[in-house]
């Protein structure tokens, strides 16, 4: 069997795996990424991932500096404005409307919208323009072995593969996780989330909006225009057993169940694509670290699709990861760098991970005074304005080392 040695060996080929292929091999590394299942890089093509990312500022940042941005932006949508509205009162209509504006902290917008598909497809055309990287769709992790100098794994077509420091991206169950038996905690919610695209009149005007009921909140994430008719990406998080029925019902009636969830902001919502769903969980790995591994990603936290946390997190994962390496190439995989690693992210991922628990949660909220004591909650924290920029900066995240 084929027996190769490398740098670094990246387990999963999600959007945050093909990141960390295009920034380490865009730094100068060997690297081989795999990923049981090829890229789907069509968004009516089966399977297809129908959710968005928003990338925040210093997300941007990242991309660019893995030569990944330049072929993204043209397909970006900018967010301007994040919009909270609370509907949580006798009947779904808006009863307090708050917008966060990124005029308040700067000139640039909060982020920058893409669907996930898309990533995938731009993310893999990077990697084919780097000859320091061997990304390997259709091939998987089947076996790790790990000691003090060096990682061998065993992929599922039997290459062996030598590498100084393996990166594990390969989700929320991730199998390098497993084996290095690394525990992880994991909350569930008994939520679902919906995902698809619309179309409607009203034009969105780059305003990520985030409409809170019960159940979870009705998310509209703006997209570029969809034949000349405004379009946004929409997550609708409620409880698994309503998911079930919303996504069984016929389209006309899907469209007027989910007009009237989103309080009619954007006129009659038409469903534009599949509907996918998705589990809802918060899940934290007790650390980012084993022997010649780091963990990214989901496979070191998951969050529920609050606030454009997720991708960001993991993007500030691989932003520390990479400035490690490249300060100290020859430490890669060393013990020293992978303490410094966890040390660096642990803390604050943990830290986000309680707060959007703490946000969902109170976005589930049923019962009629408790969805009153939030609207008040929003409106109090609104209407000081150094909470609100403060708020705003937490939101776009700490840019690491």
């Not at 789907?40 to 940042?61: H, K, M, V, W, Y």
């Not at 496979?299 to 932003?319: F, K, T």
């Not at 060393?334 to 969902?360: F, I, P």
């Amino acid at each position: 069997m084929e027996r190769i040695k490398t740098d670094i060996l990246i387990s999963g080929g999600g959007v945050a795996g093909l990141t960390a292929a295009a920034a380490f091999g865009t730094a100068g590394f060997n690297v081989i990424c795999v990923d049981p299942a090829p890229p789907i890089t069509e968004r009516d093509a089966a399977g297809a991932d129908l959710r968005t990312t928003a990338f925040l500022q210093p997300a941007r940042d990242f991309l660019d500096r893995a030569g990944i941005w330049n072929k993204l932006a043209p397909h970006a949508s900018p967010l301007q404005i994040m919009r909270i509205v609370d509907a949580g009162g006798e009947t779904p209509e808006p009863r307090l409307t708050k917008d966060f504006n990124a005029a308040d902290i700067g000139d640039l917008p909060f982020g920058w919208n893409l669907p996930n598909w898309l990533l995938r497809r731009e993310m893999t055309a990077r990697l084919a323009e780097l000859p320091n990287v061997d990304f390997r769709p259709g091939t998987g992790t089947a076996r790790v072995f790990t000691r003090s100098r060096q990682a061998l794994v065993t992929l599922s077509d039997g290459t062996k593969v030598e590498a100084k420091m393996i990166i594990a991206a390969d989700g929320r169950g991730s199998p390098v996780r497993e084996a290095l038996d690394i525990p992880v905690k994991t909350t569930r919610y008994g939520q679902k989330a919906l995902a698809f695209a619309v179309t409607h009149p009203i034009p969105h005007e780059n305003v990520s909006t985030e409409v809170h009921r019960s159940g979870g909140p009705f998310t509209l994430v703006p997209l570029p225009d969809r034949d000349g008719v405004p379009s946004s990406a929409i997550v609708w998080m409620e409880d698994g057993p309503e998911v079930a029925r919303l996504a069984a019902l016929p389209e006309a009636d899907f469209n007027a169940e989910m007009t009237t969830r989103s309080c009619g902001l954007y006129g009659p919502l038409t469903l534009a694509s599949q509907r996918t769903v998705w589990p809802i969980i918060s899940q934290m790995a007790e650390r980012m670290y084993g022997e010649r591994t780091t963990l990214v990603a989901e496979a070191a936290h998951v969050v529920p699709p609050i606030g454009a946390q997720g991708l960001n997190m993991s993007l500030g994962d691989l932003r520390v990861l990479l400035n490690l390496a490249v300060e100290a190439p020859h430490l890669i995989g060393e013990v020293s760098m992978l303490e410094s690693y966890h040390k660096a992210r642990h803390s604050e991922v943990r830290a986000r991970v309680a707060g959007v628990d703490l946000l969902n949660r109170t976005s589930q909220i049923e019962a009629q005074p408790l969805r009153d004591a939030r609207a008040m909650g929003l409106n109090a924290l609104y209407s000081v304005a150094p909470v609100r920029k403060t708020m705003i900066q937490l939101g776009l995240g700490a840019r690491g080392r």
